[in-house]
């Protein structure tokens, strides 16, 4: 990703942007600071614009989040693999979304602050939705379904921020050795394995059964 201050600071009058260049300004801001970061203000003086220009691409700000959004997903467009079980294409879609968020921090606090729409996240919610309805789910519990593994994505990766070792003050695994074992028998005993209390492969052991129990209602619909 370019550099914020790589774009040229000339008038609108002599600058032609497309879409795609403001989007790559604005996600820049929004990852180096975050959602609040991002006014149009600022946005329009990083690209060498007039505030009123810049409404010619967003109407608001809320749909320049939308389109941001849009724009750090957009490598989750890509269709599925068609031969692959409806079980595996559902698991590459959401452990995809989670790393796209994990790369995102700032992305990610616009879709726990509100709900994010556009072209990019409408094609990855028809994905998602034509993959469950596909496997033979009704309309209802193909919603419900998508609304927990997309929310699972999402809240996974939050908790896996907020509790990274750059923000945890302490080594979990060092403090619950310390703790009294006739009190806390299995925090004690459970200590070096408590790293990987949100780790890659605690993600994994959550979509996998996410994912199973929706296998078992299958066959039992």
């Known amino acids: 990703h370019r550099d914020l201050h790589s774009f040229p600071t000339r008038r609108s009058s002599d600058l032609r942007l497309s879409r795609e260049q403001v989007l790559d300004v604005a996600l820049a ?10 006014t149009m203000r600022g946005l329009a003086e990083e690209l060498g614009l007039g505030v009123m220009t810049l409404y010619n691409y967003f109407r608001t700000k809320e749909e320049l989040l939308d389109g941001v959004c849009g724009h750090a997903l957009r490598a989750l467009r890509a269709d599925p693999d068609p031969g692959a ?9 959401i452990r995809d979304l989670h790393l796209a968020l994990a790369d995102n921090p700032g992305v990610l606090d616009v879709f726990v602050t509100r709900s994010v729409y ?7 919610r028809e994905t998602l939705l034509g993959i469950l309805r596909g496997a033979g789910f009704p309309d209802r519990e193909a919603v419900h ?5 997309v929310s699972y994505a999402v809240g996974f990766t939050l908790t896996e921020r907020a509790r990274s070792p750059k923000t945890a003050p302490v080594n979990p695994a060092t ?5 009294p074992p006739e009190e806390f028998p299995h925090l004690t005993s459970t200590a070096e394995q408590y790293r990987e209390y949100l780790s890659d492969a605690a993600f994994e052991y959550g979509l996998r059964h996410l994912i ?10």
């Open 29 to 38: 801001q929004v990852r180096e600071r975050g959602q609040a970061g991002l």
């Open 85 to 93: 079980p409806w079980n595996r294409q559902l698991e590459t879609a």
């Open 118 to 124: 556009g072209p990019t996240l409408d094609r990855v």
């Open 145 to 149: 379904a998508l609304g927990s593994l």
């Open 175 to 179: 403090r619950f050795r310390a703790l």
């Open 212 to 221: 199973g129990s929706l296998e078992r209602d299958r066959r039992r619909g």
